[in-house]
């Protein structure tokens, strides 16, 4: 018993594992396809994540669809929320403890986004449905709040493996008033 217990625990251990790589991987090439990084950092920073022995061709390939989902939706939001001038794109943003909620937060004055690759999953997650993006939208409101007028946030999961990234827009006094209430329960 004890040892199925250990497979399951060192499979679920492997598995984050390589979330994780994908999604490092899929960041740095956002980052590199955004000019944010040079062509050094972008070489250094792939060929640590390749030398994992974790990584994988699926890594790579997994990799390659969350960018390019990434990469849209940050073009999409810079289109239509005028970026450029008082708007910005947080890889890895942390919380008040300095632990990294999701893979990228979109701030604008008019606006604010939080996607999670969420790559090892194969069941279809529902962002307005799922604790964790819940979660995720609360931590973000937390931070970025005060640099938006925004009344809504939207929340995106990017499944690289299912070949999706399914959004939603949520109210954020609603989200609040959830988590406000679950805290004095």
């Excluded at 217990?5 to 396809?33: C, G, P, T």
């Excluded at 699926?58 to 969350?66: L, N, R």
Aim: glycine content about 4%.
């Amino acid at each position: 018993m004890v040892e199925g217990m250990m497979y399951f625990m060192n499979y679920d251990y492997r598995i984050k594992l390589k979330e994780e790589l994908i999604s490092q991987l899929s960041i740095v090439k956002a980052l590199f396809d955004k000019k944010m990084i040079d062509e050094e950092e972008f070489e250094r920073i792939s060929e640590r994540v390749s030398k994992d022995p974790h990584y994988s061709d699926y890594v790579e390939k997994a990799s390659d669809v969350a960018w390019t989902q990434l990469a849209l939706i940050i073009e999409t939001e810079i289109e239509e929320h005028g970026y450029h001038k008082s708007g910005k794109v947080v890889f890895n943003p942390t919380d008040k403890y300095g632990n990294v909620f999701c893979d990228v937060v979109i701030v604008s004055k008019n606006n604010i986004h939080a996607l999670k690759i969420v790559s090892m999953e194969c069941d279809f997650i529902e962002p307005s449905e799922s604790k964790e993006m819940m979660q995720i939208g609360y931590k973000t409101i937390d931070k970025y709040l005060s640099q938006t007028s925004s009344d809504t946030i939207d929340l995106t999961v990017i499944q690289p493996n299912l070949l999706i990234s399914i959004g939603c827009r949520v109210q954020i006094d609603s989200l609040l008033d959830k988590f406000d209430n679950r805290l004095l329960q």
